[in-house]
């Protein structure tokens, strides 16, 4: 059975810190990973999408990783701003299955 | 549409009553998936259709929970004879099925249901 988890549960840092959220998953027959950005009482926003073949993604200050072979990813954030806080969830799509895999979420608090 | 379209965003309920969520997923996505958030708690799925089928309802907590999908389009998840455990958010995506694993999901904003 896959599961996912994600460490650290919650992390506060100063503005303008660069940061990693880590993601383990415990099956590595996965097709994709993504990492989700939900603000509270709201849905989940997209933010990078990983195929089992590749390694890496960046979209602006966001780079995730993965090593599928060692069930793990990452998302670094650089240079953090206050809007970043919000909770960042890490999914796997298992190759055996139609749906998403989530871990618990990481919640990040950038202070200003 | 331009994105997943979930109503209503909130709905407050008696215990005991029926509820009908709808989820109206992007133009041209055949796949579409209910996701239940408690208070505090991660992710929990619930269903996914491919079209107008559900190759998996494994995660419908009980059979008060059933979910339809017609025209392989808008979707209703509806709970029956409520409980105050069914208070959630219940989220919905969708995703292309053309090379089902390899394409994300895109998440509606959510219906906020609190029975009472």
């Known amino acids: 059975k896959q599961e996912v988890t994600q460490i650290p549960a919650a992390l506060s840092v100063p503005e303008g810190e660069n940061l990693v959220l880590n993601c383990s998953f415990t099956?590595?027959?996965?097709?994709?990973l993504q990492w989700f950005r939900q603000d509270p009482g709201k849905g989940l926003t997209s933010l990078l999408l990983?195929?089992?073949?590749?390694r890496e993604q960046t979209s602006g200050r966001l780079n995730a990783s993965l090593d599928k072979s060692s069930g793990r990813s990452t998302l670094y954030i650089a240079a953090s701003q206050p809007g970043d806080s919000a909770t960042y969830l890490c999914?796997?799509?298992?190759?055996?299955?139609?749906?998403?895999?989530f871990g618990q979420g990481t919640t990040l608090q950038v202070k200003p | 549409g331009a994105g997943v379209s979930q109503s209503p965003s909130n709905k407050v309920t008696e215990k005991g009553k029926d509820v009908e969520l709808r989820c109206d997923p992007i133009?041209?996505?055949?796949?579409l998936y209910w996701y239940r958030q408690s208070l505090g708690q991660g992710l929990e799925f619930l269903i996914y259709?491919?079209?107008?089928?559900?190759?998996?309802k494994s995660g419908l907590p009980s059979d008060r929970f059933s979910a339809e999908r017609t025209g392989g389009s808008v979707s209703t998840l509806t709970i029956q004879r409520t409980q105050q455990e069914d208070s959630a958010v219940y989220l919905c995506?969708?995703?292309?099925?053309?090379?089902?694993?390899?394409?994300?999901?895109?998440f509606g904003s959510g219906t906020r249901l609190t029975v009472v």
């Open positions: 133009s041209g996505h055949t796949a």
């Open positions: 259709f491919q079209g107008n089928s559900a190759p998996d």
């Open positions: 990983i195929q089992s073949s590749q």
């Open positions: 999914a796997v799509r298992p190759s055996n299955t139609g749906k998403l895999i």
């Open positions: 995506a969708s995703s292309p099925s053309v090379g089902i694993g390899s394409h994300g999901y895109t």
């Open positions: 099956d590595s027959a996965i097709y994709n």
